[in-house]
């Protein structure tokens, strides 16, 4: 079992360019840990230094209590499953899952119990004299795992190891995953770009971009506390809703203003809004927190600012459906239900839930509230 740190890890690749900055990072015993960003943001090189794969330019890796940065790959008790799963293609399932342990001279018996097991638990008990071609995508998924899982690693590394897979298999090999990190209790540090694998694997989230940390936190806390524009905007889909705000003194309190629409701001988010009164904020609204009023009870109105938007796209998505709207020149994203009988061109009453708002300062991109 082992925790790991990343203490100011920095990559710079041999033609200049650093494409990891000042990576601080301490993984617990058993977390699954995600790293998640738009593409080139250096997920990968992180994950392949963990692994060996790439070298350190500067900083400390320690697994465990040791420090691994010169650490051949081999001797640091990892497992490594990638995108394109690497299987050798010559060799039968049970062979691909046991090579590993028989270049480390693992006893005969001892493989054999080992990848019996392994492929009892991911179902593929039934495929272990067939070679990689003859199974589909999942099952060759499996296997990459289950080569994975007979080392019995302190740690697993998987570098979006769910993307050559259709939609309907994704979601499967995806709660897979979730109940083999249950079942092993081991710490998993798991890289994609697709934020709802993110959201539903993870115990904890690292969001980077251009190589450097933007927040580190539960999935929960990262869509309900965004620490910056960036994250808010990547975490959550559809995406926050984003509109220039200028805020304004209204009797004892603040509003939050665009074109003719008003947005009271609730006292625990106007202190902190109040330095900016008379300037321009980022106002952010996740598309689920509008609502269309007709579908609120009476004791909820008042924590409602209402406005009238044109609908542009509608998408069903059978329980609920995405309205794309128009709002005082600004996109606006709501989440209604299946219900909602509004059409493209209608003009729709929608209300924003004035508790659920969020400010962010132009210049700097942090959060406000
Ligand atoms: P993706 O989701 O597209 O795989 P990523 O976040 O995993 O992206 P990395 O593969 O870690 O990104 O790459 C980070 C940055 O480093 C990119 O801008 C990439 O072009 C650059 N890079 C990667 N390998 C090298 C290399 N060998 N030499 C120079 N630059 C590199």
């Not at 899982?149 to 993307?163: A, G």
């Not at 050559?164 to 709660?175: G, I, P, S």
């Not at 609204?285 to 009023?293: H, K, L, S, T």
């Given at each position: 079992m082992?925790?790991?740190?990343?203490?100011?890890?920095?990559?710079?690749?041999?033609?200049?360019?650093?494409?990891?900055?000042?990576?601080?990072?301490?993984?617990?015993d058993k977390e699954f840990?995600?790293?998640?960003?738009?593409?080139?943001?250096?997920?990968?090189?992180?994950?392949r230094m963990i692994a060996g794969l790439e070298e350190i330019s500067s900083g400390e890796l320690w697994i465990g209590d040791k420090l691994c940065n010169d650490v051949a790959p081999k001797d640091r008790d990892i497992a490594m499953v990638f995108q394109n799963y690497a299987l050798y293609p010559h060799m039968t399932v049970y062979d691909n899952m046991a090579f590993g342990l028989k270049l480390r001279k693992t006893p005969k018996e001892e493989i054999d119990r080992r990848v019996r097991e392994a492929a009892k638990i991911l179902d593929i008990d039934q495929c272990l004299d067939r070679k990689p071609k003859a199974l589909s995508?999942?099952?060759?998924?499996?296997?990459?795992?289950?080569?994975?899982?007979?080392?019995?690693?302190?740690?697993?590394?998987?570098?979006?190891?769910?993307?050559?897979?259709?939609?309907?298999?994704?979601?499967?090999?995806?709660?897979?995953?979730?109940?083999?990190?249950?079942?092993?209790?081991?710490t998993f540090i798991y890289v994609t770009h697709d934020q709802i694998e993110a959201?539903?694997?993870?115990?904890?989230?690292?969001?980077?971009?251009?190589?450097?940390?933007?927040?580190?936190?539960?999935?929960?806390?990262?869509?309900?506390?965004?620490?910056?524009?960036?994250?808010?905007g990547f975490i959550g889909s559809p995406q926050m809703n984003m509109i220039e705000a200028k805020v304004v003194k209204r009797g004892e309190g603040l509003a939050l203003t665009f074109g003719s629409v008003e947005v009271p701001v609730v006292p625990e988010k106007a202190k902190k809004l109040a330095p900016y009164v008379g300037k321009d904020?980022?106002?952010?609204?996740?598309?689920?927190?509008?609502?269309?009023?007709s579908t609120l009870f009476e004791e909820q109105k008042p924590n409602y600012a209402y406005a009238t938007a044109t609908v542009e796209v509608v998408e069903m998505l059978g329980a609920e459906k995405n309205y794309y709207m128009v709002c005082e020149g600004n996109n606006i994203t709501g989440c209604f239900p299946a219900s909602c009988t509004a059409v493209v061109d209608d003009k729709v009453d929608i209300a924003i839930d004035i508790t659920k708002i969020h400010a962010f300062d132009l210049e700097t991109q942090k959060t406000i509230t």
């Open positions: 082992a925790g790991l740190k990343l203490k100011n890890i920095v990559k710079k690749y041999s033609n200049g360019f650093v494409a990891v900055k000042d990576f601080n990072l301490d993984i617990e840990i995600i790293f998640v960003g738009p593409s080139g943001c250096g997920k990968s090189t992180t994950l995508g999942g099952q060759r998924q499996r296997v990459a795992m289950g080569r994975a899982i007979v080392r019995e690693p302190k740690v697993f590394l998987m570098d979006e190891p769910l993307s050559n897979l259709d939609a309907k298999l994704r979601v499967q090999m995806r709660t897979e995953i979730s109940k083999m990190h249950h079942r092993l209790q081991t959201m539903t694997l993870g115990t904890r989230i690292v969001v980077l971009k251009d190589g450097v940390i933007q927040q580190v936190d539960s999935p929960s806390k990262l869509f309900s506390e965004p620490q910056n524009l960036f994250v808010a904020v980022m106002m952010g609204i996740r598309p689920g927190d509008i609502a269309e009023p």
